[in-house]
């Protein structure tokens, strides 16, 4: 077991153990020595250093496939943050996985309106064709070695922002719209088997770790990607009907009277 796998099976349990793992300096953060220079230029990026931990936590994930305890570690040490204010934001937001992925991450909405218009479907579909031995895939969990050419982690996702397009999901964080539990376990099985399907919009795909350093600001030849449609035709479609049809909308008044605000008791 490395020491960054030590530290995380000793963190869900015993926080005394992992501590003393932290305390001794076992974190080995060289696996991370080779994006110092990028860590470093993030950090020019903003007037506070502290305020570069969002795009660093995605440039360790994409070295890792997940944020280690090394990679908070790192994080600290380039930040001057201490370990606990790193792990309190990478724990918080769900983009920065504690466990490593699988060579692709396929989320799928179950919020509300995909639920309703199958995406419940699309993601029972998915658990049990990514399961093994009678057991269906679980969130977050993976199938295949992660990082392993064509592993997939599935989780389910809230709101993908997409509600014109339902049910939706995504595959490193890119879009298939309109999607079935027929055409899901379709794209899935093509990504199994090494291939790379064109999106609905957005950049054509790449890998989890890859999407990771685009995240973290860094294009490796792929700036074109930021090219790619984002709109739907679905998403444009008032606007193009007002504009066809001359619409507008009321203008603002020059001066506009606002209530007052309440009186502070």
């Known amino acids: 077991m490395s020491t960054s796998e030590e530290v995380y099976a000793a963190s869900p349990l015993d926080p005394v153990a992992t501590q003393r793992l932290v305390d001794e300096?076992?974190?080995?953060?060289?696996?991370?020595?080779?994006?110092?220079?990028?860590?470093?230029?993030?950090v020019a990026?903003?007037?506070?250093?502290?305020?570069?931990?969002?795009?660093?936590?995605?440039?360790?994930?994409?070295?890792?496939?997940?944020?280690?305890?090394?990679g908070i570690t790192?994080?600290?040490?380039?930040?001057?943050?201490?370990?606990?204010?790193?792990?309190?934001v990478a724990t918080f937001?769900?983009?920065?996985?504690?466990?490593?992925?699988?060579?692709?991450?396929?989320?799928?909405c179950t919020n509300t309106l995909c639920a309703a218009l199958g995406g419940d479907a699309i993601y029972a579909r998915l658990r049990e064709h990514l399961g093994s031995?009678?057991?269906?895939?679980?969130?977050?969990e993976t199938s295949g070695e992660p990082g392993a050419?064509?592993?997939?982690?599935?989780?389910?996702?809230?709101?993908?922002?997409a509600c014109d397009l339902g049910p939706v999901l995504q595959v490193n964080y890119e879009y298939f719209d309109n999607q079935t539990p027929e055409q899901a376990l379709e794209l899935v099985r093509s990504l199994q088997?090494?291939?790379?399907?064109?999106?609905?919009?957005?950049?054509?795909?790449?890998d989890f770790r890859q999407a990771e350093l685009q995240l973290a600001g860094f294009f490796e030849g792929r700036d074109a990607d930021l090219d790619g449609p984002s709109a739907a035709p679905e998403t444009v479609r008032g606007a193009k009907i007002a504009a066809e049809r001359g619409w507008?909308?009321?203008?603002?008044p020059e001066h506009a009277e606002f209530p007052p605000l309440p009186e502070k008791k």
């Open 149 to 161: 050419p064509g592993s997939i982690t599935l989780e389910h996702a809230e709101c993908l922002a």
């Open 133 to 140: 031995d009678g057991r269906p895939l679980g969130h977050e």
């Open 248 to 252: 507008t909308a009321p203008a603002m």
């Open 93 to 108: 937001y769900t983009m920065y996985k504690r466990r490593p992925c699988g060579e692709h991450l396929v989320s799928v």
């Open 45 to 70: 990026r903003y007037p506070v250093p502290r305020s570069a931990l969002l795009p660093m936590l995605h440039l360790v994930q994409s070295v890792e496939g997940y944020v280690s305890q090394a």
């Open 74 to 88: 790192f994080c600290a040490d380039q930040l001057d943050l201490t370990n606990a204010e790193v792990s309190a």
């Open 25 to 42: 300096n076992v974190v080995d953060t060289s696996a991370f020595d080779h994006i110092v220079d990028r860590a470093r230029a993030i």
């Open 193 to 206: 088997a090494g291939e790379k399907p064109q999106p609905t919009r957005g950049a054509r795909l790449t």
